[in-house]
């Protein structure tokens, strides 16, 4: 069955710190890569998307991550976080076949600190 | 805003209770999904639909839930007979293949 592992369950930086949160998936055949993101007391919002093509895909808010088939790994990227990105990560995958189903990680808070 | 609206925000309920919670995405969206999340897990699929037909549901599904999308507009998930076990975030979301956009969620807890 698929899965997702997020080993980073709380990360702790301060203002323009690099950021760097894991995510592995397991699962043989194609899929798409999620990163969603939940602002404290906001619904989940998505950061980015992978399906195809480059495997360095960007998102909102200065976020990027990269696909790397070999290691099964989907990490998400910012060079300088701020104060406003303290939230909650979710990593998601859904497989080629099963376009519909995304499953989650379990996330990874972030709280930066000024 | 996702344009994805749920009612109630919050619900409490003594364990045994029937609730029903309700979900109103926008017209475009002939998807719906609906996601439980419990305290420190990501959101975990149970049951989509593509306009009024329910596709897949998840083992997590039990018989005392049922889910249904009338029309093909709003979706209810309804829950019978509750246990304390339920008590999670119930979250709905809608779109169209490769997107979903989430709404607030219904809190429920069962006391």
């Known amino acids: 069955a698929q899965s997702v592992s997020q080993h980073n369950h709380h990360v702790i930086l301060s203002e323009a710190a690099s950021l760097e949160l894991g995510c592995n998936y397991s699962?043989?055949?194609?899929?798409?890569l999620f990163w969603y993101v939940q602002y404290p007391g906001q619904h989940l919002q998505l950061l980015l998307k992978?399906?195809?093509?480059?495997?360095l895909v960007k998102g909102i808010k200065g976020f990027e991550a990269e696909f790397i088939k070999s290691k099964f790994s989907f990490n998400l990227r910012k060079p300088s976080v701020q104060w406003s990105d303290t939230a909650e990560y979710f990593c998601a995958v859904t497989s080629s076949y099963n376009t519909d189903k995304l499953i989650f990680g379990t996330g990874t808070r972030l709280q930066v600190f000024p | 805003d996702t344009g994805v609206s749920q009612n109630p925000r919050h619900k409490i309920t003594k364990r045994g209770q029937n609730v029903t919670f309700r979900c109103d995405p926008i017209?475009?969206?002939?998807?719906l999904y609906w996601y439980r999340q419990t305290l420190g897990q990501g959101p975990e699929f149970l049951t989509y639909f593509q306009n009024e037909a329910q596709l897949e549901k998840s083992r997590l599904l039990s018989d005392r839930f049922s889910a249904e999308r009338p029309k093909g507009s709003f979706s209810t998930l309804e829950i019978q007979r509750t246990e304390q076990g339920d008590s999670a975030m119930y979250l709905c979301?809608?779109?169209?293949?490769?997107?979903?956009?989430f709404g607030p969620g219904t809190r429920l807890t069962v006391t």
């Open positions: 699962y043989g055949g194609s899929v798409n």
């Open positions: 992978y399906f195809s093509g480059d495997p």
């Open positions: 017209s475009e969206h002939n998807r």
């Open positions: 979301a809608a779109g169209r293949t490769y997107e979903q956009y």
